[in-house]
């Protein structure tokens, strides 16, 4: 069985490691440096996208044309007001539909505030692969969050495309080269701040607020923690940018929320092993931990 020690003391890798019920076949490797867009997945492969030079806001059409930013240095990131809400949240809002009521009363301890669903990419709008196997959801509640840094190149392309070419290099990696059913986390945040959904089914269960699917993230935690995989690769000197952080604390203030996590519950990688992931991630969970605490009160 792989062990996070194998390949990151020079913390060169985030290490995914295996569930608590390896799959069979795996032999996981974490790679030295990230490869470059796999053939046949077409442009847009870490290590194979066009850097913008231009902050822009890009309009999304598919989330009813709502502005969003993408950018780091845009202006409007730190903007709660046009912080991004899953459209269906929009149109519950309005038409009072079940949607509402799932999107919003979910069962849990009692809070003091629901922070905004953010808009969550699942794996039918990136088209992800299938699972090689079997899904499995646990039926209870994870109690932390373990935050980590995929280690691919930290591209300068912000884009929704990039991040699903992100999720995609994930997946293939995490499937083809560790034999692992599926992606290991159950949520990627892009370095545009495009949150895709990892494992298939992590999103269906966040909502739920019931349950998890069993990743394969963190040895020996993976049956209580939710794997949040940053795009990037922080190690030292490195800086993640604002948009990314933005989404991250709104992503960790949802997962919280919905099932009942205190923001103290939220830790690194190298909390539980020997790697270094989430790189200079980690400095910052204090501050992590203190916005997501805000953003619940
Ligand atoms: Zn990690």
Known sequence: MWTATSST???????????????????PVAPATPPPGRPGRGAGGPGSTTPRETPTLAAEPAHGGRLRPVLEGA??????SIR????????????????????????GPARAAQPVEPDIDGTAQWNARPPDGTISVLRHRPSMIIVHH???????????DRAHAHAHWVQDLHMDDNGWVDT?????????GWITEGRHRSLETLLGGTGFVLG?????????GIGIATEGAYHDGATPPDAQWEVLVAL??????????????????????????????????????????????
């Open 216 to 224: 394969s993230h963190t040895s020996g935690q993976n049956n209580r």
């Open 9 to 27: 003391a020079r913390g060169t890798a985030c290490s995914p490691s295996p569930t608590t019920r390896p799959d069979p076949r795996a032999t």
């Open 184 to 192: 290991g986390y159950h949520f990627l945040v892009s370095r545009g």
């Open 84 to 107: 991004p809400v899953r459209r269906r949240t929009l149109l519950a809002a309005v038409t009072g539909t079940a949607a509402a009521a799932a999107a919003v009363a979910v069962p």
């Open 75 to 80: 202006p409007v990131v730190r903007d709660l």
């Open 252 to 297: 960790c203030a949802f997962v919280c929320a919905q099932y009942g996590i205190p923001s103290a519950e939220i830790y690194g990688h190298k909390d539980f092993g020997s790697t270094l992931c989430p790189g200079v991630l980690h400095d910052m969970l204090p501050r992590l931990r203190d916005e997501v605490a805000g953003a619940l009160a």
């Open 150 to 160: 995929t280690v691919s190149d930290n591209a300068q392309d912000f884009s929704r």
